[in-house]
């Protein structure tokens, strides 16, 4: 019994010393996964959030197709609306400015097709294995970066001067695309807010149409409901309401998207490098060194860099008021540097 009893201990024993091994192995993994000298709330809360990035992305990804079509839809019927219910009713007023807005309009549609076209369906660029200056290597495409370089998870590849991954073009907004996302958003904003200039007053005598005009749309639609043939007149009013109300909200919603760009434009930004820059200026500012974004070249020297007019021969008509295909001035692997206007710090970090 004493045998049995002393053998019941040292098995007491193994097995407690057994799970101080096994919780000191679950405290130590544990603490090297959270508690470390690199964990911050910010790694945290963008480790918790992976799984929704990764949703957002597959899903941005597939729908993009359908976002392309949609365009294409809404642009279509604005544009078929336009010749069936204002063009006539413009050409009713007056034969000469029907002659004007057919000039303008058409310059303005074949601006919005051509510039919509060349941002989906051109690629963006991306970094080749061989580059001449590497900033980093991509943790995720495990190839080298170079400056303005950016990973994009949706497309899964590495873009040259990425500026965002844009749904409604199924593409990257990058170095060889950019300018053709901006001006498709510039001429859509026009014609959005051209078609609208024609359409309201056609819009304010359908919206407060009198008592009288409001029971002939009832008599068509009781027309419509006992199987007759529906006037054509109730389409244009509906097609008159829809055009000035899509063209409205789409026009509101251009604008704020136009000054943002526009503004990051003026500081020679992407909308990634804007909130990298951020962060640079306050770490910057704790060591009592001003930061300034070494690409800035001024607010007219980089409206001329971005539209690509500032190489010889190139003018703002023939190559941003009319289609061109003209080619950024440098090649998204190496950038000129604004170094005639500063001074380098032994850190590197540019001063005014």
Known sequence: MAQLKWRGGLLWQHCKLRLKEEYFVFRLTYHSLFFNSLTSWSTVADTSIEPLMWLVDHFVRYLGPAFVVLVMCLTTSVVVIFYTCLLPHKLSESVPWTVYHICFGHWILVNIVFHYFKAAFTDPGSPPPKIPEITSICKKCIGPKAPRTHHCSV?????????????????????????????FCFYMWLGTVYVSFCAYPLFKNHFYADQAENNAHADEIELAVKGKELPAGMYAHHFIMYEFMLCSAVSVALLLLLLWHAHLINKAETSIEMHINRSEVARCKEKGIIYCNPYDFGAKNNWLRFLGIDQPGRSFFRHVMLPSSHLPSENGLRWDLATDRSERSPEGILLL
């Not at 907004?173 to 001006?183: I, K, M, P, S, T």
């Open 155 to 183: 497309c899964n590849k590495c873009i040259l001067k990425m500026d965002h991954h844009c749904p409604w073009l199924n593409n990257c907004v990058g170095h060889y695309n950019h300018r053709y996302f901006f001006l």
